[in-house]
């Protein structure tokens, strides 16, 4: 049960080493300029492998409760769906059901686990296989591997820990009596809210170190993003300045020079990434070619 290419890694293992008797996934979409149905990954994985696919909108209602328990399975392995599971549908497989979440529980519940952890500069995340209830990621947990996530961008992150995910899900149903369920701890308990579209405007009244981490957190899409002269700019990297540059107290969001150093309070951010609307990502260098920031100007 899953939709982003994040479960794809887990749906690939499940394939090579059980018999997988169906994919859930979000139903069929209006995609891109052509707003024509589009696929989500798994299930155009899952379609390959040949597995049926259910596309339900919901699973409260009892047909689509019976239909899921017809399948009669063992377990359920659930990878970023997108759907609430009711009690029923949590009950109906023989191991219940067991979902990879990306952090160390209990921080992190929630629905942006990847991009909260490094928005906040956590130096560690990791991912966790937990035994699922009715709570939002409150379950008790199997196993869980912890990695180091300096510098690391929102989908260098989410990509690994989809593949350590995918090898801990292995681990835990070869041997579910050697993962017993641990109850989560209270203490240190966070939620990753689902990030806004408000949030992916650089916000030059934060630190450099802040804004550096927002640029990282939400590369390559959605993209921490400013306007300039009518136009929107993408940050798909940046870099923060040496301690002895200096912004000479310009305020927040102010170029201090023409190579597009933007000052923040405190700290300058240099993008490095940059890409204009409608247009391929480049280096900042290539860009200032043909499009001046020069300095003293203010950005939005």
């Known amino acids: 049960m899953g939709t982003p290419e994040f479960a794809l890694p887990a749906l690939h293992a499940l394939a090579e080493r059980h018999d997988v008797v169906a994919a859930y996934s979000q139903p069929p979409r209006p995609a891109q300029r052509g707003k024509k149905l589009q696929k989500t ?43 609430i599971l009711p009690q029923v549908i949590l009950d109906a497989p023989r191991h219940g059901c067991i979902n990879i979440h990306g952090s160390i529980l209990p921080r992190w519940r929630g629905a942006a686990p990847v991009q909260r952890a490094i928005l906040a500069g956590d130096r560690q995340s990791g991912v966790a296989i937990m035994q699922m209830d009715a709570g939002l990621d409150t379950g008790d947990v199997r196993a869980e591997t912890r990695i180091d996530i300096s510098g690391m961008t929102g989908a260098a992150l989410m990509a690994k820990l989809a593949d350590l995910g995918a090898d801990l899900l292995i681990d835990v149903l070869d041997n ?7 109850a989560q ?22 630190t450099a170190v802040q804004v550096e981490r927002m640029v990282r957190a939400f590369a390559p899409a959605p993209g921490a993003w400013f306007a300039y002269r009518g136009e929107r700019f993408r940050i798909l990297a940046a870099e923060i300045a040496k301690p002895g540059d200096s912004a000479h107290g310009a305020r927040p969001g102010t170029l201090v020079d023409d190579t597009l150093s933007i000052a923040c309070n405190p700290g300058i951010l240099r993008p490095t990434i940059i890409q ?15 499009f001046a920031f020069p300095a003293g100007d203010r950005i939005d």
């Open 41 to 83: 990954p798994v299930h155009l994985a899952a379609e390959t492998l040949g597995i049926a696919v259910e596309t339900p909108r919901s699973l409260k209602t009892a047909e689509e409760q019976a239909r899921f328990a017809a399948y009669d399975a063992d377990v359920a392995v659930v990878a970023a769906y997108g759907l």
């Open 276 to 290: 204009r609307a409608g247009r391929g990502a480049m280096p900042v260098a290539d860009l200032l070619r043909g």
């Open 185 to 206: 701890s209270d203490d240190g308990v966070t939620y990753a809210t689902k990030i806004d579209k408000g949030e992916t405007r650089s916000d030059w009244n934060l």
């Open 176 to 182: 579910l009596q050697g993962h017993p369920p641990r």
